[in-house]
């Protein structure tokens, strides 16, 4: 997982100074990229994250009716604070790409993502 140290302006996540408090949702997207139906929110917030250290979340999906697989779907990082939460970034992708030939590790990261992931996947 890569996540940003600091916001885009250079300040730190957390007011207090300390690093962020993060956590994994997925999404699908609307035509426009933004955010639509939530799908999974991660229960478990890692506190004080460190930027340089892998962060490991259990994503378990409850069974999903879709009708399409070609619909774009978007995995977040969120950072924590009291009530309300941040986008750190983010990256879409279409679950029909990432999953030719069955890979048990899928990479979602490019060169100028703020976010990266790797999920480890098992298929039924």
């Known amino acids: 997982m890569k996540l940003p140290a600091n916001k885009a302006d250079g300040s730190k996540w957390d007011t207090d100074g300390t690093n962020p408090d993060i956590y ?34 259990t994503l378990i999906l409850p069974k999903l009716s879709m009708k399409t697989f070609d619909r774009s779907i978007a995995l977040f990082l969120l950072e924590k604070d009291d009530a309300s939460s941040e986008n750190m970034g983010g990256l879409s992708f279409m679950l029909k790409d990432v999953v030719v030939g069955k890979p048990a590790t899928i990479t979602l990261d490019c060169a100028t993502c703020k976010v990266a992931f790797e999920l480890k996947v098992t298929y039924e």
């Open 24 to 57: 994994p949702a997925l999404f699908t997207l609307k035509a426009d990229n933004t955010a639509d139906q939530v799908l999974w929110t991660s229960d478990a917030i890692k506190i004080n994250a460190q930027t340089n250290q892998q962060h490991d979340f």
